[in-house]
């Protein structure tokens, strides 16, 4: 059995991946960190694991982590990760990363967006973890930087598409929405029962911080820089991102056609899944599944697809999204640990 250890277990992310984790055939969950819960039992925190899991936290010394486990995720928020990483990989563990710290390949561009990077050297070593478009590169890699939840359903929405040069990579528009759990666990007055429900707002309008790393992905599907409008929304509902991509086609497709191309893509992809026409993804039929539930339309009167995706924020869109990687990355069989379907209603 491979020792894995989450480093800041004490958050959404973390309670998901020992939820996936706890029922991994190969692999077994020897240390859990949180700063601010040392000491307690991980059931105190989330009691969703009474006597399930028995673990209490670990404090936050990288020592501890690097003697008690093979494999570590590091569920830390930015900025945090950078400072424990290079530590983690210089003890020859193998790093699943779910911050933003290693995402992007520019330090320049991060500090851009985010702060001053503290170990800029990893950025050009570090994978993208997307498995349907960089799989080859997981598998041989010590670290990956697992993707944001947004940029994961942007992506795959647009990959066939980039690809195969069906589109203008100059007409972007991508709309998205995200449930409160994508806010984190911290107290936030935003986030707050009553500031969001019966309500649906924008926020991060042209500034949000997923920006650069969606197009960076998108370009390198295109071959070339890409710049897209981004504006995400907050839906009232706790788990699940459904985002709305449009864009001008290089010539006219029928949706038939596109679908085509959707499903020779995602053939052989065990977490994608292609609407038939006339079916849209809804987040209720992902929910806490490594799913991405993608459907087209054509629209001929404008010229423009329009493609529907949805996750759940929580699972492809972060910790499903990172015990993929960690199967690639430790030659498992990929699926290992995810095959639950979705959770409905």
């Not at 709305?244 to 010539?251: G, H, N, P, R």
Request: net charge negative; with cysteine.
């Amino acid at each position: 059995m491979i020792k894995v250890a989450i480093v800041g277990a004490s958050g959404y992310t973390g309670v998901e991946l020992i939820r996936l984790l706890a029922n991994h055939p190969q692999v077994e969950i020897a240390c859990l960190t949180s700063r601010q819960n040392a000491g307690e039992q991980i059931a105190a925190v989330f009691p969703s694991l009474l006597e399930r899991i028995t673990l209490a936290c670990d404090g936050s010394e990288t020592g501890v982590v690097i003697e008690k486990a093979d494999v570590v995720f590091t569920a830390l928020p930015h900025q945090a990760a950078m400072a424990v990483v290079p530590d983690l990989l210089a003890a020859g563990k193998k790093v699943i990363d779910l911050s933003a710290d290693y995402r992007l390949r520019d330090a320049a561009v991060y500090e851009a967006w985010y702060q001053k990077h503290s170990s800029p050297e990893l950025l050009k070593e570090a994978v993208y973890g997307l498995p349907e478009i960089y799989r080859e590169q997981v598998r041989c890699a010590r670290l990956v930087a697992n993707p944001g939840c947004y940029p994961t359903s942007v992506a795959l929405a647009l990959a066939p598409l980039l690809k195969r040069g069906l589109i203008d990579p100059a007409s972007l528009i991508v709309d998205s929405k995200s449930g409160t759990s994508g806010a984190g666990r911290s107290a936030k007055v935003g986030s707050l029962f009553c500031e969001v429900n019966e309500g649906f707002q924008a926020y991060g309008v042209a500034k949000h911080r997923h920006t650069p790393e969606i197009e960076q992905t998108l370009g390198d599907l295109a071959g070339k820089p890409v710049m897209i409008n981004f504006t995400p929304h907050l839906l009232p509902v706790n788990r699940g991102i459904l985002s709305t991509c449009y864009a001008s086609l290089q010539e006219s497709r029928t949706t038939a056609e596109l679908l085509a191309a959707f499903r020779e893509e995602y053939a052989d992809e065990p977490f994608v899944r292609v609407h038939p026409a006339g079916s849209l993804p809804n987040v209720a039929y992902v929910r806490a599944s490594n799913y991405c539930d993608l459907g087209v339309v054509s629209d001929s009167r404008t010229g423009r697809v329009i493609v529907v995706s949805a996750i759940d924020n929580l699972v492809k869109g972060a910790a499903g999204q990172a015990v993929q990687n960690m199967n690639l990355m430790l030659g498992f069989e990929e699926s290992a640990g995810l095959t639950g379907l979705p959770v409905f209603p």
